[in-house]
């Protein structure tokens, strides 16, 4: 099987295993974990932060962030198909009491313009405005990649009207790999920023919560909290250093496999790219009613050897990764043009 469903789907290489197990460990919650410190200071400092956080997931990372920004009765401002309010299981309501308010963006893609007059007045009925959250790369918006100048626009006006500022970069290296935008450049626009090492990095677990000292201090016991403090866990701080390494340049071999299976995508007149153009390593697609649905495609290109996601009636993701070669998506890209025939 050809795994294009998701980058979460790799596994650990020889390297990476081999870092793991070669890894030093202590218990964290004593704060005696070397590799998770090391692990800490090295991706803060990357993104010209002061202090990060090792949690087990993105969610959590992001959660965190909305529970240290905010408190009951106040509202993030956030794009409607950000991961944070589509595929978060309403955390930021359920576990800090705060109302999204959802801005439509262009295949994910917001400017400081669409959150004029975005600000509740202060009165009794009214939630407080409280946080910004953007997603860069954003996820459902196709792995689509915000200017700096955008997103310095939104964050800078957040600043002025007194408000936080959160990056949701779960795909963050593949922007910057994208770019050639250093990845300092975008962790300082933000007062916090997540990053994760289980999608295109390939480690098995892990994300970060970057910020200064104060709110990784507050974070810290957030995530006491909610149950995501780990112990001996530098067995997987050891995959995430041997990740940033290894992995991150290697992300424009994704970017061109993604090209290859959206050339492939495009050459079928019954499909159609959302966004038409593929930045990244994500490659979104409808489905004409002709072919049936999403999920018939996805079955037919399974009977074919090819896992892809079928998230919507008639949306289909189709990811690259670490674990799928080049000549396996040429295989897969030689599949989706069959379907055209
Ligand atoms: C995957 C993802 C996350 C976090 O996911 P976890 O599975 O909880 O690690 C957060 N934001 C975006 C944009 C994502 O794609």
């Keep these: 099987m050809i795994d294009l469903r998701s980058d979460t789907v790799t596994k650990p290489t020889p390297g990476m295993l081999a870092a793991m197990i070669a890894s030093s460990v202590g218990d964290d919650v004593f704060g005696e974990d070397p590799t998770i410190n090391e692990l800490e200071r090295h991706t803060a400092a990357l993104f010209g932060h002061e202090a990060g956080l090792f949690v087990p997931s993105g969610t959590m990372s992001n959660q965190i962030a909305v529970r240290i920004h905010c408190r009951p009765q106040d509202e993030i401002l956030l794009e409607t198909t950000s991961h944070i309010c589509l595929w978060e299981a309403g955390g930021a309501a359920a576990l800090s009491g705060a ?5 439509d963006g262009r295949f994910g893609l917001l400017d400081v313009a669409d959150f004029e007059g975005k600000i509740r007045p202060d009165d009794m009925h009214s939630v407080r405005t409280r946080l910004v959250c953007l997603e860069n790369t954003h996820n459902r918006g196709g792995g689509t990649i915000s200017s700096p100048e955008a997103l310095n626009g939104i964050t800078q006006w957040a600043r002025q009207h007194g408000l936080a500022t959160h990056l949701d970069g779960a795909r963050i290296w593949n922007a910057i790999v994208a770019t050639g935008v250093p990845a300092r450049t975008w962790g300082q626009m933000f007062d916090t920023v997540s990053v994760c090492f289980s999608k ?8 970060a919560l970057l910020g200064s000292k104060e709110l990784i201090a507050h974070a810290r016991r957030i995530r006491k909290l909610f149950g995501g403090a780990m112990r001996q866990a530098g067995f997987l701080a050891g995959a995430c250093l041997y990740a940033l390494d290894h992995h991150i340049d290697r992300l424009a071999e994704d970017h061109a496999n993604a090209q290859l299976l959206a050339a492939a995508v495009a050459a079928v007149p019954d499909l159609k790219l959302t966004p038409p153009k593929v930045e990244t390593n994500l490659v979104w697609f409808e489905v004409s009613e002709r072919l049936g649905t999403a999920r018939a ?6 009977s074919e050897g090819i896992l892809v996601a079928a998230l919507g009636e008639r949306v289909i993701r189709i990811v690259t990764h670490l674990d799928v070669t080049r000549e396996q998506c040429e295989k897969a890209a030689a599949v989706i043009r069959s379907l055209g025939r």
């Design 200 to 207: 295109g990095l390939g480690t098995p677990v892990g994300s």
């Design 99 to 103: 109302t999204c308010r959802t801005i």
């Design 297 to 302: 495609v996805a079955n037919r290109l399974k």
